[in-house]
């Protein structure tokens, strides 16, 4: 039955029943993950599960969007790997504090509006690329734990019929019905299975041993000095811009599946403060994870009491049943995340392939290319953000025009249109006949807009060459800010700012220069 939970500042319809067991089973399914990086990032493996346990907790408290979930990632752990080959796990603890800090700062100062400078082609391979990454390391699942071989003959038919009747009923169940989330029926038929009928496959404790106690209060070991803070703080810048940028684009992700709407800076500072709370508390840090975010949401959980549960269970897990989830089968989980990863996938993004711009398919490409390679989803990001603004510049830069026409007094107009910035500057001024132009000229603005100090510095070069040769120059229709601009620059620019009698949209000035 469907009751209200007021939980802190947000009133959340809850549906207690899918809640509870979407929780369930997304906390099976964060064990071999949080196990995998920790040991990714060469820390114990209660570090990563610990982390799971914090960050998961605080974040489904105070996060800015209900249902997602958060733990450690292999995006963090990438990145802290090499510090904790040099300076050890107490290095590592501390980052995680820093980073912290850092987040919160990033969400009080308001920056989560930043998220918006992604663009969509950026966000498909983002996705697209992600759930490349998910399936490819669902294949360690298909070797041999102690020869690191491919299984062949009998071991590899058991894990492939079990891992293809797991996205079976997965992908079957919810046609039946959808009282249980298909995901954890799934794991539970493939665990029935493995026990009753005695199947000697892979197990959660074959890979690591999940059994230990509450997460311990420890503050790091490490001298307090300004060499130590000189060898953490680019760690922690790093740890924080890839936490900030996963777990804000997987809220982004999370709002167009929901069709609603997170708050990106209460998100940020839930995160900083869940780092700093995990790094008190020996956990490696983390950030949102996508695919367990998606089991949740797929399985019908849109509040924040499926993740309270989640990371209250993986504890319990840690704590009480590790003897029992040490027994689960890997093809379980292995197949619920190749499930994960198809739904992640966003195909439409193939369909639509040949009806978008070339460069749009460029980026989208490039961004899931690197991801991939690189595993690295912040510099993923971050090249294609930064290949999308230069392809805008390019092409606004092509934008500029010029009107040109002489009045019944002789004077030439131009009237320009598109944006004079940095970019268009060059092809602004390869529009004007200085030499053969007569001996007053206007510059219209009224479409468009002076934008930085390089089309301040356009206008300025102008209007040098014109007085050079004796002519006058006026320039109309400027709006607010750029009047603001060139009064600014008033040893910079020197020319006759019209007042248009119509708009009122400037001032009058004299030319001040001979």
């Not at 700062?105 to 992600?130: C, S, T």
């Not at 993986?314 to 989980?333: C, R, T, W």
């Not at 009064?487 to 700012?497: E, G, M, T």
Request: proline share 4%; net charge neutral.
């Amino acid at each position: 039955m469907k009751q209200y939970l007021n939980l802190f500042d947000f009133k959340q319809e809850v549906d207690y029943k899918t809640e509870v067991l979407s929780g369930l089973t997304v906390a099976m399914a964060l064990v071999p993950e949080a196990i995998a990086f920790a040991l990714i990032a060469g820390l114990s493996p209660l570090t990563g599960l610990y982390a799971a346990f914090s960050m998961g907790l605080i974040t489904s408290i105070f996060g800015g969007r209900p249902g997602m979930i958060s733990g450690a990632t292999g995006a963090v752990a990438v990145v802290i790997v090499a510090l904790a080959k040099t300076h050890g796990v107490e290095y590592i603890f501390a980052t995680v504090i820093l980073s912290g800090l850092i987040q919160m700062a990033f969400g009080y100062l308001r920056l989560g509006k930043f998220i918006r400078l992604v663009p969509h082609p950026v966000m498909y391979g983002f996705v697209n690329g992600l759930a490349i990454v998910i399936f490819m390391s669902q294949l360690a699942q298909f070797k041999d734990l102690g020869t690191g071989q491919w299984l062949t003959g009998a071991p590899l038919m058991i894990m492939l019929g079990l891992v293809l009747l797991t996205m079976l009923i997965i992908w079957g169940f919810p046609k039946i019905t959808k009282v249980i989330p298909s995901s954890l029926m799934a794991i539970l038929v493939i665990f029935g299975i493995v026990a009753f009928a005695g199947i000697d496959t892979t197990t959660v404790g074959d890979i690591a041993s999940i059994k230990g106690g509450f997460p311990p209060f420890h503050i790091p070991d490490l001298p307090y000095t300004l060499e130590s803070f000189i060898v953490i703080l680019p760690y922690a810048l790093i740890v924080a811009g890839v936490g900030l940028i996963e777990s804000l684009l997987t809220l982004n992700l999370v709002d167009e599946i929901t069709e609603t709407k997170g708050r990106s800076n209460k998100e940020a500072v839930a995160q900083g403060f869940a780092n700093l709370v995990t790094g008190f508390f020996s956990g490696m840090g983390g950030c949102a994870m996508i695919g367990q975010s998606l089991i949740n949401i797929s399985n019908g959980a849109r509040a924040r009491l499926s993740g309270i549960v989640a990371s209250v269970m993986l504890l319990v897990f840690v704590m009480f049943g590790s003897s029992l989830i040490e027994k689960m089968p890997m093809a379980a989980l292995t197949g619920l995340m190749i499930m994960v990863a198809i739904g992640t996938f966003e195909w439409i993004s193939l369909r639509i392939i040949n009806k978008m711009p070339k460069h749009d398919i460029f980026v989208g490409m490039l961004v899931a290319l690197v991801t991939v390679v690189f595993h690295n989803l912040a510099l993923a990001v971050l090249i294609g953000v930064v290949i999308s603004a230069l392809v805008f510049a390019w092409e606004s830069a092509k934008r500029i025009r010029a009107r040109k026409y002489v009045d019944e007094n002789g004077v030439k107009h131009y009237e320009i249109y598109g944006p004079l910035f940095f970019g268009s500057t060059t092809t602004f001024a390869s529009k004007f006949d200085v030499l053969n132009d007569p001996d007053e000229v206007i510059i219209d603005f009224e479409e468009s807009k002076i934008t930085d100090m390089s089309a301040i510095e356009a206008v300025n070069k102008i209007t040098e060459r014109y007085l050079k040769v004796g002519k006058k120059v006026h320039l109309r229709h400027l709006s607010k800010d750029c009047r603001r601009l060139l009064a600014n620059a008033d040893k910079v620019i020197d020319v006759n700012i019209m007042e248009d009698p119509t708009y009122k949209v400037a001032v009058d000035y004299t030319q001040y220069k001979d």
